[in-house]
Nanobody, 124 residues
Framework: QVQLVESGGGLVQAGGSLRLSCAASVRTFSSFAMGWFRQAPGKEREFVAAISWSGDSTYDADSVNGRFTMSRDNAKNTVYLQMNSLKPEDTAIYYC?????????????????WGQGTRVTVSS
C-alpha cells in the first residue's frame, strides 16, 4: 500500500508561483513513476505532468509547458511541482499519483495510488 500526501497549495495572484510537494510512504519509492493531475471546478480531472522513476524523463501537458516543472527526490520519497506564471485557469485541486514500474504514464487509468489533493486558487 502506498500513501501519498500533497501539500503546498493555497491562494496566489495571477503571475505568481507555488511549489507543490507530494510525500510517499513507501519503501520502494524509486520503483514508481509519478504524476500530477488536476481537477478544476465543473471539469474532469486532467493530466498535468509526469516523471520517470529516475527523474530523467518528464512530460508536461501543453497547457502548462514552460511554466510548470516536475521533479523528484528519491532520497526523500517526494515529488514536486514547481508552478510559475500561474493563471486563473490553473485553479484546481491538484492530485499526486503513483504508477508501479519504470514507464511514465499520462492517463489516469495508468496510476494505481492517489493522494487526497491540494487546492490551488489563482486570483486575477
Amino acid at each position: 500500500q502506498v500513501q501519498l500526501v500533497e501539500s503546498g497549495g493555497g491562494l496566489v495572484q495571477a503571475g505568481g508561483s507555488l511549489r507543490l510537494s507530494c510525500a510517499a510512504s513507501v519503501r520502494t519509492f524509486s520503483s514508481f513513476a509519478m504524476g500530477w493531475f488536476r481537477q478544476a471546478p465543473g471539469k474532469e480531472r486532467e493530466f498535468v505532468a509526469a516523471i520517470s522513476w529516475s527523474g530523467d524523463s518528464t512530460y508536461d501537458a501543453d497547457s502548462v509547458n514552460g511554466r510548470f516543472t516536475m521533479s523528484r527526490d528519491n532520497a526523500k520519497n517526494t515529488v514536486y511541482l514547481q508552478m510559475n506564471s500561474l493563471k486563473p485557469e490553473d485553479t484546481a485541486i491538484y492530485y499526486c499519483a503513483a504508477r508501479p514500474g519504470l514507464r511514465v504514464g499520462v492517463h489516469e487509468w495508468e496510476y494505481v495510488y492517489w493522494g487526497q489533493g491540494t487546492r490551488v486558487t489563482v486570483s486575477s
